[in-house]
């Protein structure tokens, strides 16, 4: 990783405790690297509007029409803060993407005054088509890889019991339940191997909800209803 700013100091500044003072290294902020050293101006007022977003976001001195979002310390956080920011003052949703693709006052610019709201509008999020297999996420391939080497792992299963008191609906609950999974698409979520490789496939529909076994000791002295539910 390069710094995108390098700040010479005599002597790093201490604390009363003789530890480096980080509020105050915060607040020493060089210029950012330019090597050409080259600053092009706003064109007009509305370059200018969305130059001083920028600077103020990026807490720096000046913004040019050409200097890049990453190159003045920009991040993801910050690029969300600015388009967040954008968007309260142009009155339209900024969407992240152009911030991050574009990079520079001078691009998105251009990129508002061809699209403008309509073509902000005209980004929405692309859902992905469920009936053919999806790439599995870094945290379902680990568990993936994990199964492959440990069969039958319980490291990740999480049992709970829960003691419910007085009458129970048997079919409200199952009912829940199925919304449950029918509302959470991760409830759904099969992890298969193809081709030694992992990737997701969904249950499109539970069925009937949810088909636990049931079972009932409703007859059993007091003494083996505490028994067999310590048990599970």
């Known amino acids: 990783m390069v710094p995108s700013r390098i700040v010479w100091l005599d002597a790093l500044p201490l604390t009363a405790n003789g530890k480096v003072d980080r509020a105050a290294l ?70 992240l993407r152009w911030v991050l693709e574009l990079g520079t006052v001078a691009a998105l610019a251009e990129r508002i005054r061809t699209l403008g709201r309509e073509g902000a509008a005209e980004e929405p999020f692309e859902t992905a088509d469920r009936a053919q297999p999806l790439p599995a996420s870094f945290g379902q391939q680990r568990l993936w890889w994990l199964q492959q080497t440990l069969p039958e792992p319980a490291t990740y299963n999480v049992p709970a019991v829960f003691r419910l008191h007085g009458a129970v609906d048997a079919d409200r609950l199952r009912a829940a339940l199925h919304g449950l999974q029918t509302r959470h698409e991760a409830l759904r979520t099969l992890l298969v191997s193809r081709a030694g490789d992992c990737s997701r496939r969904w249950w499109r529909r539970i069925g009937s909800g949810w088909t636990g076994g049931r079972w009932t000791c409703g007859t059993c002295p007091t003494t083996d209803r505490r028994r067999w539910s310590s048990r599970c």
């Open 26 to 95: 915060a607040e020493m902020r060089g210029p950012a690297s330019d090597p050409a050293g080259e600053h092009e101006v706003p064109r007009d007022a509305f370059e200018a509007r969305l130059a001083q977003v920028w600077a103020e976001v990026l807490a720096v001195g000046r913004v040019g029409m050409q200097d890049h979002f990453l190159e003045l310390g920009g991040h993801s956080l910050l690029a969300l803060s600015l388009a967040a920011r954008l968007s309260r003052e142009l009155g339209f949703e900024v969407p």
